[in-house]
């Protein structure tokens, strides 16, 4: 780890400020990605500066009905908050199935946004990585790619994103608030995160130095019977291999709306804006189910180590839908 | 050193008021101390003006070592010493081979090998540095496949062939036939150890260019020839003493941070403490052999095995370690517990650029038994015969002759054992959604295997294993135990060099002595080289091999004692017994106290003691008395599988083992649900991934073993038919419930799914695929 | 930097501590408290497992600096006067520690769990328990130590009540 400066900050002004002062200094939620990442020397900032200080930890209820979780509200507090679990219980269910209660503990919501791929040629320095020194090539494509990108992928970079709270979020039409030197904006999470392209190394579409505020909810009555599924190789406290976050909502056996996204297909937390198109208004089946994951799947680009990925989303989704809608299958 | 005395006077008879006895189970003496923190694992040690080193590891998986400059690395203000191949003053080191220099040497044969060592007063700053070293490497062609090693034109390792061993067995009819063939190809993934507690170490300089090493370890003899080898110093300047071990598994047996931490200690003059991180320790020891195995059987219609043909590859990696006696356990014990008339089996050991492997809980017999227990599932399915009653046709009895010719002399109930894991009660059958709340019970509870296409299935496997070294190894331990009056109390010390690992080992030594001395107060002495060779904490032996020194060196102690009373009653010692404080005569009559026979003198005894010889085998036929003892076990697994998602989860692993004697029944059954646990994980979900020779998860995120959420309850029966050749009947413990979990809990994912499964860990697209 | 932080109850200051040093450190290097384990240091196995500001977390990751004024208790704080707690008691008793690398990471965790939950179900335990890795013992008898620490710590409250004290904190 090379040496580096800690600051505390007591507000929003001051931390973007004082990040602006820095060539290479980074926000620092609850450590549990970055700091792990700086250990392994992926990571070397000269600055860290530590924005779970920050009066950003409140939930709470906004004028239309929604919810504004502050970023550093930490993914415990998140997960047992009752309007979340009473209204997203997706959210607190995609919080719950990652990490450990030790590391929920410590982590908060925007770093989550901001977690990095696990991708093992990201990891070590040894190793070229396009994401983590760009030019220097992407050997995950013809190597180890057992649980990387099916969709989005570039021959640039292959990684996935393995939040699985951004999943829950992206589902539920999720707005990302940030703070881009003097100003404030707001950024629907869908477009928030960038796929790789030829930059892999650019990970969101908002300025370097912006600073995520919280992030929002819309009052979004299919919400409340929301749900997530996350398949991992074990049974807690490990990375999924595919998730999904879903609701539906049902009208004389059709489909009246829809909500839909994956995680650990891509290096974004995946809408299936065509799965979800192609849902509406169809009757409530599991033909309707596996037709929807199908249009969706079609841009997969799968290789040969991750292919069974794509059975994997497809089949998941029509279970979760089923279970969601009561299909019988 | 002392013999045993040929005339054994009777252990003491009236002792029960005793508590921790044999056949109890005491508390382990070291667990108060562990649940507070303040026991001293290898990580926890300081000294005055200590500091730390650190390794360089080869980034390349072969390669050329061109050149190596220290020099930047060496002006890091904050360094005392950077070394290289150049300052290791001895030869090679290794466990059964001497073919692994300290440092590289010119060349690195494996992603992961030390080259340079640093030590500095803080380190971070000695991880710094130690970037700053600049190595110039020419990359070599690799070999990083087992077959290929074999083939003529293959990169050379070292330059002498690939080939580290073949074990041949040959066996009854060289042409055997069966109107019932069953064959298969199987595969086993590099497993780790993953014990919690990273290699560590603290090696102290005295001013005479000695040295005094604390050390997390498995073997300290072992280590300390080694280090003498490769410091080119007496054994007398390398004093070793055993440091808290945080799991060992068979990980600790080869040298980790010994050597390097003795050279940075001589070098600069201070302590000198090596903590390896997770990463480092993925790189730092050696892996279960991933195997390739070969496999077929030909029966008759009436299920009875006609013959067996095997070709099992260990990939032994870049160094020897002991995959010679790996390739030699999975040579004669690779067939499993199964009477087979006509044998042909080739074991073999390679070379390769990728991780040295070497020991693992299983050694050998694991990566075995998940072929022989796959192909006797597929023959019983040919035969439409139970899957258990295929085994118990075939299985052992005592008084059969395994595959090398070598009569089994005690009990070998391989039938008794499968029968009562039948017998068990099933677990209940899958719960509806409705009975999970999803929220309440997040993550692996509910979020798993619990929609549709959830299926369940059984499975069952067997196993036996050898308990000790084997093949004509010399095989003893050193044990020395000392009886005096402490406080008015009769208290015995025990000291024995057997590394306490975890497994309750110095539970067992107090035990011993309890037993045979009938004192209550039985202290522990800290484990070293300042007594004999204890052996490896491995091969399932120390209750027995130590366990029996310690039985020895007390009945020595007691002979002494009843001497020493004999000359002061002038009572024959055959008339008298030791009983706690007091000597009592055959008549019952009490005759003298403890303190009046000692007074203020102790009674000493040091023992040596070996378990009965064994042999190498015949180098073309196989045939020989291998082997010591037999240990045998049986699992049950109950899955549900997810066919749709490819999701396991086992709800019952049941067992039944037999220990011979159980000298602390509860230490017993720790054993098997821990063993039972890692043979789990590597049917599931561990494995370390090597590609082109390069290790690419060295983590707990990417290297996964069960959480408390991944194992299942389990059913244990114990078995205890003593071995008449062993201290007080017992048998080895630790490794069979490794050996027989894995290939049960693959059976059953066989039997839900109908898939061939070849491959473990098996994956979820191995379920899911076409 | 300096770093001024309560653990265990007293008031502790320790100079020199580098930015890169993580509490899992400090504790262990400087404060000489080496009960917390460094089984992986990069939040992967639990075996650092401490309370800050009551809430158990992952030390490993805590940066130094983070945790001034705050308050920390370790493993080498759960036991007082009266001796063991009953969940070190448990663990002792049922078998739970074999090597004990894990143990103290466990223990802290399991002390969290009953202090929030009376009589955990199993899979409470184990949901709880799910992230401090163990590979000696296979988990069940740490299963049995958490039970019986709970049964005995509600014997505990039950005495307790009945003697009109206040007792012991859990």
Same mark, same amino acid.
């Given at each position: 780890m090379r040496e580096f400066g800690y600051q505390q900050v007591s507000d929003v002004e001051t931390a973007v400020a004082t990040l602006a002062t820095s060539a290479d200094a980074r926000y620092l939620g609850g450590g549990t990605n970055l700091v792990d990442l700086m250990k392994l020397g992926v990571e070397t900032p000269e600055l860290l500066i530590d924005v779970t200080t920050l009066p950003l930890t409140d939930i709470s209820e906004t004028a239309d009905g929604g919810v504004l979780i502050g970023a550093a509200v930490r993914n415990s507090d998140l997960a047992a908050n009752p309007v979340i679990r009473q209204r997203y219980p997706a959210v607190a269910q995609a919080v719950l199935a990652g990490a450990s209660g030790q590391l929920r503990n410590l982590a908060t919501t925007g770093g989550n946004l901001m977690q990095r791929t696990r991708c093992s040629y990201f990891t070590d320095v040894t190793k070229p990585c396009n994401k983590r020194a760009? $030019?220097? $090539?992407?050997p995950a494509r013809d190597g180890e790619h057992h649980n990387l990108a099916i969709l989005g992928a570039s021959e640039h970079c292959i990684a996935t994103s393995p939040s699985d709270l951004a999943v829950a979020l992206v589902a539920l039409d999720a707005v990302v608030h940030v703070r881009e030197g003097d100003s404030a904006r707001a950024v629907p999470l869908t477009e928030f995160r960038r796929l790789p392209g030829d930059r892999p190394d650019l990970e969101t579409t908002v300025e370097p130095g912006a600073l995520i505020t919280g992030v929002s909810l819309p009052g979004l009555p299919i919400a409340a019977a929301s749900r997530y599924r996350k398949v991992r190789e074990r049974a807690s406290y490990a990375f999924a291999i595919g998730s999904i976050a879903a609701a539906v909502e049902v009208s004389g056996g059709l489909v009246t709306d829809c909500r839909i996204a994956w995680g650990a297909v891509a290096a974004v937390p995946w809408r299936a804006t065509r799965a979800e198109a192609m849902l509406r208004g169809k009757p409530v089946a599991i033909e309707s189910f596996a037709a929807a994951a199908d249009a969706e799947l079609t841009a997969a680009e799968p290789l040969e180590g991750n292919a069974y990925k794509v059975a994997l989303i497809r089949n998941v989704t029509v279970e979760l839908l089923a279970e969601l809608t009561g299909a019988s299958r | 050193m002392t013999s045993t005395p040929t005339k054994v006077p009777a252990a003491p008879s009236d002792t029960a008021s005793l508590r921790g006895r044999i056949g109890d189970s005491p508390l382990r003496p070291d667990g108060t101390l562990k649940v507070q923190g303040e026991f001293a694992f290898g990580s926890d040690l300081w000294a005055d003006e200590m500091i730390w080193g650190v390794t360089l590891r080869s980034p390349h998986v072969h390669a050329r070592i061109v050149s190596i400059d220290v020099g930047p690395a060496l002006a890091t203000s904050g360094v005392y010493a950077v070394l290289t191949a150049e300052d290791v003053p001895g030869g090679n080191v290794g466990l059964?081979?001497?073919?692994?220099p300290v440092l590289a040497t010119g060349v690195v044969r494996y992603h992961g090998e030390p080259v340079a060592l640093v030590a500095a007063d803080h380190p971070e700053i000695a991880r710094q540095a130690a970037k700053k070293i600049r190595v110039v490497y020419e990359e070599l062609p690799a070999v990083t496949d087992g077959r290929r090693a074999l083939e003529p034109d293959a990169p050379q390792v070292h330059g002498s062939g690939n080939l580290l061993r073949h074990l041949k067995i040959r066996r009854g009819d060289p042409d055997p036939v069966a109107p019932l063939v069953v064959s298969l190809d199987f595969e086993v993934g590099m497993q780790d150890q993953a014990f919690l507690g990273p290699e560590s170490g603290l090696a102290v300089p005295d001013d005479a260019g000695g040295i005094d090493l604390y050390v997390a370890t498995q073997w300290l003899h072992a280590d300390q020839r080694q280090i003498c080898q490769a410091l080119g110093l007496p054994p007398e300047k390398v004093r070793l003493t055993l440091a808290g071990v945080g799991g060992a598994f068979g990980g600790r047996e080869d040298l980790s941070i010994h050597v390097h931490a003795c050279l940075l200690a001589l070098r600069t003059g201070k302590p000198i403490k090596m903590v390896y991180n997770r990463e480092e320790s993925f790189f730092g020891h050696v892996h279960r052999h991933p195997a390739s195995l070969r496999y077929e059987f030909g029966a008759g219609h009436d299920g009875l095995l006609h013959y067996a043909k095997a070709e099992l590859l260990f990939d %032994? %990696?870049?160094?020897?370690?002991?995959t010679a006696a790996v390739v030699g356990n999975g040579g004669t014990l690779g067939l499993g517990p199964y009477n087979i008339p006509n044998v042909q089996v080739d074991s073999y050991g390679v070379y390769t650029n990728n991780p040295p492997c070497g020991a693992m809980r299983g050694f050998g017999c694991v990566q075995a038994a998940f072929a022989h227990e796959a192909l006797m599932d597929e023959l019983a399915d040919r035969l439409a015969m139970s899957r258990v009653a295929i085994r118990q046709l075939n299985g052992m009895r005592e008084g059969d002759r395994n595959i090398t010719g070598q009569l089994i002399d005690s009990a070998a109930p391989v039938a008794e054992l499968l029968q009562l894991v039948q017998d068990m009660p099933l677990p209940a059958e899958r719960l509806s959604e409705d009975e999970f709340d999803l929220l309440s019970l997040p993550g692996g509870v509910s979020n798993t295997t619990h929609g549709e296409g959830v299926v369940r299935g059984i499975g069952y496997a067997v196993t036996y294993k050898n308990v000790g070294f084997s093949e004509g190894f010399d095989d003893y331990s050193t044990a020395r135990v000392r009886l005096e009056i402490t406080a008015d109390e009769p208290t015995v010390t025990v000291h024995t060099a057997a590394a306490e690992v975890g497994q309750g080992l110095i539970t067992v030594e107090q035990q011993i002595c309890r037993t045979e001395l009938g004192v209550q107060r039985v202290v522990v002495h800290p484990r070293d080289t300042q007594v004999g060779s204890a052996g490896s904490t491995s091969a399932s032996r120390q209750t027995y091999v130590t366990g029996g020194a310690v039985k020895a060196a007390c009945e020595a102690v007691r002979a002494k004692v009843l001497e020493r009373a004999s000359t002061m009653l002038d009572i024959e010692p055959s008339e008298l017994v030791l009983d706690g404080a007091r000597i009592v005569s055959i008549t019952g009559a009490v005759v003298a106290s403890l303190q009046d026979v000692l007074g203020t003198d102790a009674v000493d005894e040091t023992v040596k003691w070996s378990h009965r010889p064994t042999y190498p085998v015949d180098p073309e036929t196989g045939q020989g008395d291998a082997h010591v003892q037999y240990a045998f076990s049986a699992h049950r697994a109950v899955v549900d599988v997810d066919t749709e998602l490819g999701l396991v989860k086992v709800v019952a692993l049941d067992t039944a083992q037999d220990v011979g004697k159980a000298i602390n029944p509860d230490a017993v059954v720790g054993q098997i649900q821990g063993g039972s646990a890692q043979g789990m994980g590597l049917a599931l979900m561990e494995e370390i991934i090597v590609t082109g020779g390069r290790v690419l998860n060295p983590s707990f995120t990417d290297y996964l073993i069960p959480t408390i959420l991944d194992m299942p309850p389990m059913r244990i029966k114990v078995l205890e038919y003593a071995d008449p050749h062993a201290p007080y009947g017992v048998r080895g413990v630790g490794e069979p419930p490794t050996i027989s979990s894995g290939p049960a809990v693959a059976a059953a994912i066989r039997q839900a799914? %109908?898939?061939?499964?070849?491959?473990?860990?098996?994956r979820p697209e191995h379920i899911t695929e076409g | 930097m300096r770093i001024t932080t309560t653990v265990n109850g007293a008031r502790r200051e320790v100079d020199d501590v580098w930015e890169g040093e993580s509490l899992l450190y400090v504790l262990r290097e400087r404060m000489g408290l080496p009960g917390s384990k460094n089984a992986c240091e990069q939040g992967e196995c639990g075996s650092c497992t401490v309370y800050l500001d009551g809430i158990p977390v992952c030390?490993?990751? #805590? &940066? &130094?600096?983070? #945790?001034?004024d705050r308050e920390i208790v370790t493993v080498e704080g759960l036991s007082d006067q009266q001796g063991l707690h009953p969940v070190q008691q448990a663990f002792i008793e049922c078998g739970a520690v074999q090597c004990g690398f894990c143990t103290p990471g466990l223990v802290v965790t399991a002390h969290d769990l009953l202090a929030r939950t009376e009589h955990p179900t199993d899979p409470e335990i184990r949901e709880a328990l799910a992230g401090n890795l163990c590979r000696c013992t296979g988990y069940e008898k740490i299963l049995d130590a958490v039970r019986l620490a709970a049964d005995r710590l509600a014997a505990d409250r039950l005495a307790d009540i009945r003697a009109g004290s206040s007792g012991r904190l859990t």
């Open positions: 760009p $030019g220097s $090539g992407c | 059964e081979h001497a073919d692994q %032994g %990696g870049a160094y020897a370690s002991s799914t %109908g898939k061939a499964l070849r491959r473990v860990p098996i | 030390s490993c990751l #805590v &940066a &130094a600096g983070q #945790v001034c």
